[in-house]
């Protein structure tokens, strides 16, 4: 099991070791044996010859397993049948073997094998000799079937922790994907609400300031809060860019005075009806996002509103959030990011979020799950 960039090109060093070192072991070992067979053939120079010409193949065994398999067995048989010393030649198409087995599968590998053991029988009678069946047929066999079945299991133990690297690096991804959402769903809530309530408050200091300076001292002022506000929330994001530790801002529906405060400096008419009660901190920062977002849109993009009420109702294991405003001529409103960051946020957690027109105004409502409760 190679990757294709692996399998082109010039030989690497990595083939020229798995040519060298074992072509060195046969010849070394035959040598060795050599000497001890006394009614054999000189090795030197054709046998010597004949072992490195079985063992050069291996060179491109990556690109032409097949080839490379059929090649060195042809001629591992061949030379077990001339009168050269015996020896351990059969390691050469056994490496063969096994990475043809590591790369087509055992079935094409045993096919392969099988062959190869068949036609060097076959070779051995036509060429005049007895085939005795003894142990020797049976050492063939497990030969193959021992050399595809190492093979294949290596196979499955690389196929397996190569999946696991390929699930884990997309576990990581999609893990980065979210938190990227997540900091760009909080950078825009932060700014979006922060900068639509001071475009408000500055233009009510603008419109006031010759005839009513204190009422413009008291919007100035309210820009200023605003403002430190949302610097202390971007830093506070910014920092997990920087760190990648978990610093961004924790919302909580614990602050929702402040929101409202906001919106009533915006000339809102605020009326809030129940109560969220305790939540999980991953409904209660959903919560305070949604009404964040919600208060925002009615500012930036509601006509002429002068009120907005802001229920809450728990029931059947869910929290639901209310956000209703009675501005003038309300229509369905196109997808951006503040809707999509609310989706992104109920979806999250299970539920489901809704916005739309009402008679009498423009209403948004989400339905948050409250884990563990039923």
């Keep these: ?41 000189h090795l030197f120079p054709y046998g010597v010859l004949w072992l490195i010409a079985t063992g050069l193949p291996l060179l491109v065994v990556r690109r032409f397993p097949l080839t490379v398999f059929l090649v060195t067995a042809a001629l591992t048989w061949s030379y077990y049948l001339s009168d050269f010393p015996g020896g351990p030649s059969i390691v050469l198409p056994t490496f063969a ?18 062959a190869a053991v068949a036609a060097g029988f076959v070779v051995y009678v036509v060429t005049g000799h007895r085939i005795t069946f003894d142990a020797r047929i049976g050492l063939f066999i497990v030969w193959v079937i021992a050399v595809v079945g190492i093979a294949t299991a290596v196979r499955d133990r690389f196929a397996a922790a190569r999946a696991r690297r390929e699930q884990a690096d997309e576990h990581r ?7 990227r959402l997540r900091i760009a769903r909080e950078v825009h809530d932060v700014v979006a609400h922060s900068l639509a309530m001071i475009n408000v408050q500055a233009g009510v200091a603008a419109h006031v300031a010759d005839r009513r300076p204190e009422q413009a001292k008291e919007a100035l002022l309210n ?23 978990d610093l961004a801002p924790t919302p909580s529906l614990a602050q929702m005075t402040e929101l409202l405060d906001h919106a009533r400096a915006a ?31 009615v500012v930036r993009h509601a006509d002429q509103p002068q009120s907005v009420d802001v229920r809450f109702e728990r029931g059947n294991g869910t929290l639901t959030l209310v956000v209703r405003d ?10 951006g990011n503040g809707l999509r960051g609310m989706r992104e946020r109920v979806e999250v957690l299970g539920g489901a979020v809704h916005a739309s027109p009402v008679e009498g105004g423009f209403e948004v409502r989400a339905e948050l799950p409250i884990e563990g409760e039923k």
Excluded: C
């Design 326 to 335: 009675d501005g003038v001529g309300a229509v369905q409103p196109k997808i």
């Design 1 to 41: 099991m190679w990757r294709e960039d692996q399998l082109g090109g010039k030989p690497t060093r990595g083939d020229v070791l798995r040519t060298v070192l074992p072509s060195v072991f046969v010849l070394g070992v035959t040598t060795g044996v050599g000497h001890w067979q006394h009614n054999t053939a």
């Design 223 to 245: 820009i200023k809060k605003a403002s430190a506000a949302a610097l202390n929330d971007l830093r506070a994001t910014v920092a997990v860019l920087r760190s990648g530790e």
């Design 173 to 179: 991804a999609r893990m980065a994907e979210q938190e």
């Design 267 to 297: 000339g809102l008419t605020v009326r809030v009806h129940g109560e969220p009660g305790e939540l999980p901190a991953p409904t209660d920062g959903a919560a305070y996002r949604i009404l964040q977002e919600s208060l925002t849109n």
């Design 97 to 114: 073997l096994f990475m043809l087995t590591r790369q087509r599968g055992p079935m094409t590998a045993g096919i392969a094998g099988g």
